[in-house]
């Protein structure tokens, strides 16, 4: 066997069987229910909407042009609807190869940064694909994913291999360009510290620094070159007002305080990462061992001068901002402070210390990426997504550099899995009791009533992976991979079972479509509209926001027929006497079973849809005509196992 030939054998051999076990999970996941909403939903009406108008240049939901995103995700998508036909069965299919290739390109940038210990880059996907929330965020048409491939790779091409150490300048612009276009400029937020602090892990940029700025320079002008090379004619063909978010409202209001109308910012208070990071890293924050190999690989003897005080600061801010998030809330500048004296002094002590090269780019990668995004007002759990892969490998390079030099603690049974394995028996037990105990004290928790009838066997799934965490010797990280990822289906499927029901939106997309086919405008009743029916329905028009408050300023043309965002339900009505409403409520009136068109469970609420002159007369005090036809409810099954009062 030639040379080339047996690198390629073993780079395959190396897939195995992580890679085929995550496809396999995966696909069985996230075909197990329809599209989320509103993430999967939103993300698909987008996409339908550029499909079915030609709006290839310019993303649109619900009619108007969406400056919240940027198209690559729903050109892919198209790609593959240009050839499979349009479903949703391509773009779930889609992401699983995207979550497969951030898979293999985390394990391939664990081995360029520990070239000297291949476990590492075996362990990585392992404890990657355990993460609950990143596999269970995965699951969603979403745009993280795809950027953790752009991030990754454009990563690799700065990390030096075997026979190159320059890094590869024209491959990282295009990965970034890519990334741009799927998320926009917070791609640079990602691969920017690595390539700021690249002397301080890299010794061809200590070596030859002006050509690592420069070339880095350029490589994130040909990625903005990229972006800009359709957010131009975008912007041109978008209007004045789709052209200004692009450009300054949409990322701005998510760095700063806004409360700009409609903009989705999400502010949350500075210590949010911080406090989160057990939930992103379940259940690898469970896993003693892991959390002792970390500050054990990070900081070694003798430490610098430095090194206390500035671990003191760390730890006082730290115990400060937790004190804030119990509770005791400081104000929004005061946190920011805090945790900029907890990364700052923590990154300096981190700097002193003689870590190998693969470690100090993890920490010049995930601690001042971690600290901006904690400073940036607007904030989601998904945002640092693809921060988690680095995150596994440096938990991953711990465990291996402590099985270098504290072979006792590498081996000790105290610091195995055995908390994640009391963690899955007491949930077991939870399963188990919960058909007894939900009927009678619990009969109105709409979640424990859903998962009841089926917890007992996932009970006894829970009891097999406790009984494999519990077990010693070799293949530890393994064990609790397998456990993480089997034991997060396990929970999708049960969610599957018991309460996908109130999340199903397709009774009422499918009313909606033909109200749609028929010209019937359709009006959402006091909230705002976020796709979920679009790509559902295959809805043609838009679906308008209706206040159910009467008394509004009439427009100047308030005679015409034109449907608008923020007509009254009256103006509705009068303008559309066939027109269709959807309406939300806790609890449904007595009247929907008698009136409504379509009543169903959604979430924690129900949702009914009616005829607009119908829901006028209602809430006017006028009684309506008869209807024709009776309500439908749905889902069937719950109507046939549950009594609704009426």
């Known amino acids: 066997m030639s040379n080339s030939a047996y690198t390629r054998s073993e780079h ?258 500075a210590w949010y990462y911080l406090v989160f990071l057990p939930v992103l890293l379940f259940p690898l924050s469970g896993w003693l061992r892991g959390i002792v190999a970390v500050p054990t690989a990070l900081f070694r003897r003798p430490w610098h001068a430095i090194t206390r005080p500035a671990l003191i600061v760390a730890v006082i801010a730290l115990v400060l901002l937790l004190a ?86 590498a081996s000790h049974y105290a610091l195995g899995t055995w908390p994640l394995s009391l963690g899955a028996f007491l949930l077991a037990i939870t399963l188990f009791v919960m058909p007894w105990i939900v009927p009678t004290r619990f009969p109105d ?26 077990l010693r010797g070799r293949g530890e990280m393994r064990r609790l991979a397998f456990a993480g990822l089997i034991g997060t289906v396990a929970l999708n499927a049960l969610f599957t079972l018991g309460l996908w029901y109130r999340y199903d939106l397709a009774p009422a997309s499918l009313f909606l479509a033909q109200a749609d086919a028929a010209g019937r405008p359709i009006g959402n009743l006091g909230v705002s509209y976020n796709g979920q029916y679009h790509f559902a329905g295959r809805l043609m028009h838009p679906i308008a926001r209706i206040n159910v408050v009467p008394g509004m300023p009439a427009q100047a043309d308030d005679d015409d027929d034109e449907v608008r965002d923020g007509d009254s339900l009256n103006d509705f009505a009068r303008h559309h006497p066939d027109g269709v409403i959807v309406s939300y409520a806790k609890h449904p009136p007595a009247n929907a079973f008698r009136y409504a068109r379509l009543i169903q469970p959604s979430r924690t609420g129900w949702l009914m849809i009616w005829d607009a002159a119908t829901l006028d007369a209602l809430l006017d005090g006028r009684v309506p005509p008869e209807p024709k036809q009776p309500t439908l409810l749905y889902p069937q099954d719950y109507w046939r196992t549950r009594t609704a009062a009426r």
């Open 324 to 409: 804030s998030a119990a509770g005791a809330p400081f104000p929004g500048w005061v946190d920011k402070v805090l945790v900029v004296l907890f990364a700052v002094p923590l990154f300096v002590a981190l700097l002193r210390q003689p870590l190998e090269p693969g470690l100090r780019f993890l920490v010049a990668w995930l601690l001042p990426t971690l600290l901006t995004f904690s400073l940036i007002t607007g904030k989601q759990l998904y945002y640092v997504m693809p921060e988690l892969a680095g995150a596994t490998m440096l938990v991953a390079a711990s465990v291996a550099d402590l099985r270098e030099r504290h072979k006792g603690l």
């Open 12 to 269: 395959l051999r190396a897939l195995w069987p992580w890679l085929p076990l995550w496809c396999a999970m995966a696909l069985l996941a996230i075909f197990a229910h329809g599209p989320m909403p509103m993430f999967s939903t939103r993300t698909l009406a987008v996409a339908w909407e550029m499909w079915a108008h030609g709006h290839w240049l310019v993303p649109h939901i619900n009619g108007e042009p969406y400056s919240e995103k940027v198209p690559l995700l729903f050109w892919m998508i198209h790609a593959g609807w240009a050839v499979f036909g349009v479903s949703d069965v391509w773009p779930r299919v889609l992401e699983v190869i995207v979550g497969a290739a951030q898979l293999i390109l985390a394990s391939a940038l664990a081995s360029r940064l520990f070239p000297a210990r291949p476990w590492v880059a075996k362990a990585t996907p392992w404890l990657f694909m355990a993460l609950a929330y990143s596999f269970l965020f995965g699951l969603q048409i979403m745009y993280e994913v795809l950027l953790g491939v752009w991030v990754l790779a454009a990563l690799l091409c700065l990390t030096p291999t075997a026979t190159r150490a320059s890094p590869r300048w024209w491959l990282f612009g295009l990965m970034v360009g890519a990334g741009l276009l799927t998320k926009g400029p917070v791609m640079a937020v990602h691969v920017l510290f690595p390539l700021l602090l690249g002397p301080l892990w890299n010794d061809w940029a200590r070596q030859n620094k002006a050509r690592w700025y420069g070339f880095g320079v350029l490589g994130l002008l040909i990625g903005f070159a990229i972006l800009l090379a359709w957010a131009i004619p975008a912007g041109e063909a978008g209007g004045e007002a789709y052209r200004q978010r692009l450009f300054f409202t949409q990322t701005a209001g998510r760095v700063v305080e806004t409360h700009a109308r409609d903009l989705q910012n999400h502010a949350r208070p």
């Open 445 to 470: 928790n709409i979640w424990l009533t859903g998962m009841a009838p089926y917890a007992r066997f996932f009970g006894v799934i829970f009891i097999v992976l406790g009984a494999l965490l519990l």
